[in-house]
T-cell receptor, first 113, second 113 residues
Framework: DTGVSQDPRHKITKRGQNVTFRCDPI?????LYWYRQTLGQGPEFLTY????????KSRLLSDRFSAERPKGSFSTLEIQRTEQGDSAMYLC???????????FGEGSRLTVL | AQKVTQAQTEISVVEKEDVTLDCVYE???????LFWYKQPPSGELVFLIR??????QNEISGRYSWNFQKSTSSFNFTITASQVVDSAVYFC??????????FGTGTRLQVFP
């Protein structure tokens, strides 16, 4: 399978713990996006990378969130000191071109108890 | 500011009925792209179509068709002869003046046998 893959698919954690999600994009895609989706809502933009450079970060993203894409390949999204409001599906997507469609992974569902 | 409105929260139809999902967008940019995605119960967002602002031709793909009207800032999606497998949440999205997609809140379509 050469699609976007995300790991883990589901993470349950206690409030205050740190969590990290990984995304492996489609290999030839140089742009990688992170979105968050809560129940009944559309995906909400978090941040995106072109190769290893983080080009935009949502103003809604608190300082507890950080994303990296070392070497322009896979990416990680870390949430520090999780809160119950962080419970959501975290979606990763990639695209080969600025104007192209995004190809999404299956998402990583976070549940904060 | 960019915005996508999907006023229909949920639509229920009986199999073989035609159904239209509405999408209204807002942007001041003259160059922009519109998208439709399908999110089945499995959760992965599946790309359906991309249109740019300079191409107002309607498009048909099998049972799916799209009506793009710049005069009303709408990009509606019609499923002809709906099937149970069409049951999903459908999202309209806009890319304008930025490299990120802005999604609507989605329309949940339930097709009953």
């Amino acid at each position: 399978d050469t699609g976007v893959s995300q790991d883990p698919r589901h993470k349950i954690t206690k409030r205050g713990q740190n969590v990290t999600f990984r995304c492996d994009p489609i290999s030839e895609h140089n742009r990688l996006y992170w979105y968050r989706q809560t129940l009944g809502q559309g995906p909400e933009f978090l941040t995106y990378f072109q190769n290893e450079a983080q080009l935009e970060k949502s103003r809604l993203l608190s300082d507890r969130f950080s994303a990296e894409r070392p070497k322009g390949s896979f990416s990680t999204l870390e949430i520090q000191r999780t809160e119950q409001g962080d419970s959501a599906m975290y979606l990763c997507a990639s695209t080969p071109a600025a104007t192209g469609e995004l190809f999404f992974g299956e998402g990583s569902r976070l549940t904060v108890l | 500011a960019q915005k996508v409105t999907q006023a229909q929260t949920e639509i229920s139809v009986v199999e073989k009925e035609d159904v239209t999902l509405d999408c209204v967008y807002e942007t001041r940019d003259t160059t922009y792209y519109l998208f439709w995605y399908k999110q089945p119960p499995s959760g992965e967002l599946v790309f359906l179509i991309r249109r740019n602002s300079f191409d107002e031709q309607n498009e048909i793909s099998g049972r799916y068709s799209w009506n793009f009207q710049k005069s009303t800032s709408s990009f509606n999606f019609t499923i002809t002869a709906s099937q149970v497998v069409d049951s999903a949440v459908y999202f309209c999205a806009l890319r304008a003046g930025t490299d990120k997609l802005i999604f609507g809140t989605g329309t949940r379509l339930q097709v009953f046998p």
